[in-house]
């Protein structure tokens, strides 16, 4: 298996950046994608970003599309989140997952981290 923890959530006012961490262990890192999701209370868990295991082709969500940055670093086992311009409906849980696949449903990871907070304040 692989287990994923997240970390780097809090508060920051609008117009503010954080970078959250997703630190990888059990099974080979490199052989999965990886992606970023978010639900905020009273909703659906969303894509947010995501990157291949083979050559690090990234897609984003249209929502955050030029502001978020997913990178990672197989060396380290780590995926990050770059986040830049938050607004306030950028607030919710993250969690990255891992999978066979760069998709965007839910259904189509097989490892979850618990969640990091992220909140944006106006």
């Known amino acids: 298996q692989v287990q994923l923890v997240e970390s780097g959530g809090g508060l920051v006012q609008a117009g503010g950046s954080l970078r959250l961490s997703c630190a990888a262990s059990?099974?080979?890192?490199?052989?999965?994608?990886m992606g970023w999701f978010r639900q905020a209370p009273g909703k659906e868990r969303e894509f947010v970003a995501a990157?291949?295991?083979?050559?690090?082709?990234?897609y984003y969500a249209d929502s955050v599309k030029g502001r978020f940055t997913i990178s990672r670093d197989n060396a380290k086992n780590t995926v990050y989140l770059q986040m830049n311009s938050l607004k306030p409906e950028d607030t919710a849980v993250y969690y990255c997952?891992?999978?066979?696949?760069?998709?965007?449903?839910?259904?189509?990871?097989?490892?979850w981290g618990q969640g990091t907070q992220v909140t944006v304040s106006s």
């Open positions: 997952a891992a999978g066979p696949y760069a998709v965007v449903v839910p259904r189509g990871y097989d490892y």
């Open positions: 059990g099974r080979t890192f490199s052989s999965y994608a």
């Open positions: 990157i291949t295991w083979s050559i690090g082709s990234t």
